[in-house]
């Protein structure tokens, strides 16, 4: 078998209207398709529209992920589609492409003989010129079964093919169908997610220096380019003791971009960077004093939250959190202090048991910290557990439970992990629903190991699970784009974080007992080792959602 080339053209069709992706679409689609023998199994490499192929060896299989993109404002209705996927024969060799001499002899003879037998003669009665095109035809079927032939068989596709594609091709028709229905998710998502992006992979990789031009340009690419994801970013650089210095905006709150980037819609919450957490100077705090004064002063300060530390472990570091936060709070009494945490410090005396000293943990905090965030992998698959932490918190004072996951939990509870199945994905976001956090917390979005050059291979990170740490790649690995590369489970958060409106929006109108109980009915996620492993029943919510919440 030789190689193959895919050819795929993407055709839209709404009321008569035939478009496709050269030309404008009413909406747009992105065909990708996962990169070969590059380490990265889940990277979505967008394919190029110019020249859109796919090459693959014998005995190779390839996915295709379309994804549409359908802008605000879009007229309800049915869109339907059209992929034509199409075998393209390669430029191979011609000494390798030609048949042997004694194959080339053999057809040459039997064609021969085919125009022998259809010659016409006199005298010859109907009969006997029935046996001789009886004979021809007999051979010519024997001549076009040869394998030299059969990428020139013809398809039940040819009808109606692009005009790319030539008669001697095969091409197979995938229809699409898009309903767009008459209501839209709001542009501020419910639940503030909010991801890491490693300022230090990001300099080291593209061989930037921090502060340049360049520098600003690169962060505020991958800011935009996340957000629409319905994630709200966040840049970080690691100090000692894991300690963390967290912000959103890489300029000063008195430039123009800051306003910009913290009045953008699509950010449920941004972080406002404690500078003393690298440089404990009086400059440092003056700066740091200034843009506390200048946010609190903002219809968006609302949105605003303070990341200083990274699982606090011992007393020490739960005493340097309470420090910053009198500091903090000399400036903004409102301030929000998030901290993660999977335990309670060490050195204490809490309680008898590790879990109650972590479910304590607030009452050593209180006021210092208004976001507790804590590890998914405490509560295991137990979600009664999940009351005795709430029942320590103080809304009444502004207190929030959000949840991460790190490097747990694991199989078969949902993360982020490769291997790991579509719906596992994207039951992360079910999980944080259906358990009632407020929010949702996620320490890296590009934290491979260091490379110094952008197009160097993507290694995870040694002692982590595969992919940890890590949702998307930059273009540069993969061709000449600079445009990041999201994965598959980047695109299942999107998922995930869509299914959270849906069941917000029924549970507005009926009440969240009912919210839960369609969780169960359609039986899309009962429990953190308990969900649907096919996407089947994720449709059947949306579409009892749309049915109920029409009107």
């Given at each position: ?212 031009e360049g520098w600003y340009d690169a962060l505020d690419h991958h800011f935009r380019w996340l957000l629409q994801y319905r994630i709200s970013p966040f840049f970080c650089r690691w100090g000692d003791s894991m300690r963390i ?307």
């Amino acid at each position: 078998m030789k190689g193959k080339v895919f050819k795929l053209l993407y055709a839209q069709r709404f009321h008569g209207l035939l478009q496709v992706l050269q030309g404008p679409c009413r909406f747009s689609a992105l065909i990708s398709a996962p990169p070969q023998e590059t380490g990265v199994p889940d990277a979505l490499v967008p394919i190029d529209p110019l020249s859109p192929q796919i090459s693959l060896h014998p005995g190779e299989t390839a996915a295709v992920w379309v994804s549409l993109n359908v802008p605000c404002g879009q007229p309800p209705g049915l869109y339907e589609g059209e992929i034509f996927i199409t075998a393209v024969k390669t430029e191979l060799d011609p000494k390798t492409e030609s048949l042997p001499k004694s194959e080339r002899y053999r057809l040459y003879r039997e064609l021969k003989g085919c125009l022998d037998v259809t010659e016409p003669r006199d005298y010859s009665s109907p009969e006997e010129m029935v046996q001789r095109l009886t004979t021809a035809s007999t051979t010519l079927k024997r001549m076009l079964d040869n394998p030299a032939l059969q990428d020139c068989q013809e398809n039940n596709g040819f009808g109606d093919m692009m005009d790319e594609d030539v008669m001697n091709n095969v091409s197979v028709r995938l229809k699409l169908s898009l309903t767009v229905w008459d209501f839209t998710l709001p542009v501020t998502p419910s639940l503030p997610a909010v991801f890491g992006i490693s300022e230090t992979v990001i300099e080291d990789r593209f061989c930037l220096e921090h502060g340049t031009e360049g520098w600003y340009d690169a962060l505020d690419h991958h800011f935009r380019w996340l957000l629409q994801y319905r994630i709200s970013p966040f840049f970080c650089r690691w100090g000692d003791s894991m300690r963390i210095l967290a912000y959103t905006c890489p300029w000063p709150a008195d430039h123009p971009k800051a306003n910009e980037y913290y009045s953008d819609p699509r950010l449920a919450a941004y972080a406002v960077p404690y500078a003393p957490i690298l440089s404990c100077t009086d400059a440092a705090k003056n700066s740091l004093r200034r843009e506390v004064e200048i946010l609190k002063s903002k219809p968006h300060w609302s949105k605003a939250y303070f990341y200083l530390w990274d699982e606090p472990l011992n007393v020490d570091q739960y005493d340097m959190i309470c420090s910053i936060s009198n500091e903090l709070r000399s400036y903004a009494p409102d301030v929000r202090i998030l901290t993660t945490y999977y335990c309670g410090p060490s050195g204490s005396e809490l309680a008898p048991s590790t879990f109650e000293a972590f479910v304590k943990v607030p009452n050593v905090l209180r006021p210092h910290t208004q976001i507790f965030c804590t590890s998914e992998w405490v509560l295991g698959t137990r979600e009664d557990l999940v009351k005795d932490i709430v029942a320590e918190l103080r809304p009444d004072l502004g207190e929030e439970w959000w949840t991460y996951v790190c490097m747990g939990p694991s199989d078969p509870q949902p993360n982020w992990h490769l291997g790991m199945r579509g719906t596992q994905h994207r039951a992360v976001m079910w999980r944080v629903w259906k358990e009632g956090g407020t929010g949702f917390l996620y320490w890296g979005t590009n934290c491979y190991e260091k490379a110094m050059i952008p197009s160097a291979e993507i290694c995870f990170r040694r002692g982590l699970p595969p992919g940890d740490g890590v949702l998307f790649y930059p273009g540069e690995v993969f061709s000449s784009s600079h445009e990041p590369v999201a994965s598959t489970r980047l695109e299942r958060i999107l998922s995930g974080m869509q299914d959270i409106e849906y069941l917000k929006l029924y549970s507005s109108r009926y009440g969240r007992e009912e919210g839960l109980a369609l969780l169960e009915k359609t039986g899309m996620y009962l429990g953190p080792d308990r969900y649907t492993l096919d996407h089947g029943p994720v449709d059947v919510m949306r579409g009892e959602v749309y049915r109920t919440c029409r009107s």
